[in-house]
Nanobody, 121 residues
Framework: QVQLVESGGGLVQPGGSLRLSCAAS????????MAWYRQAPGKQRELVAR???????NYADSVKGRFTISRDNANNTVYLQMNSLKPEDTAVYYC???????????????WGQGTQVTVSS
């Protein structure tokens, strides 16, 4: 059973920083793209940042220059460093990964349980 477990959310003041982590566990062959999404109350879930297995990244326009996604392939972990946080960054943040299982050519998509980030004074 593959699981994605997030950590690092919390309450932070505007202008502050947080670092989210997401570790993949279980039995699988490899991980393709890993990403962070977020969903604010009353809004649709949106892509925040994605990093591919080769290291290329893309970001939502709203977080460019403030957030950085990175990954540790040896430990199957993805990070999201969030700086200069704004109240509009308040949301539940979800980890997402495309995972290749053993003996399969199909990539399976998994979600974490979500971690709350609240930016407020």
């Amino acid at each position: 059973q593959v699981q994605l477990v997030e950590s690092g959310g919390g309450l932070v003041q505007p202008g502050g920083s947080l670092r989210l982590s997401c570790a993949a566990s279980g039995s699988f062959a490899s991980i393709n793209a890993m990403a962070w999404y977020r969903q604010a109350p009353g809004k649709q879930r949106e892509l925040v940042a994605r990093i591919r297995s080769g290291g290329s990244t893309n970001y939502a326009d709203s977080v460019k220059g403030r957030f950085t996604i990175s990954r540790d392939n040896a430990n199957n972990t993805v990070y999201l460093q969030m700086n200069s946080l704004k109240p509009e960054d308040t949301a539940v943040y979800y980890c997402n990964a495309d995972i290749n299982k053993y003996y399969s050519t199909i990539s399976y998509n998994y979600w974490g349980q979500g971690t709350q980030v609240t930016v407020s004074s």
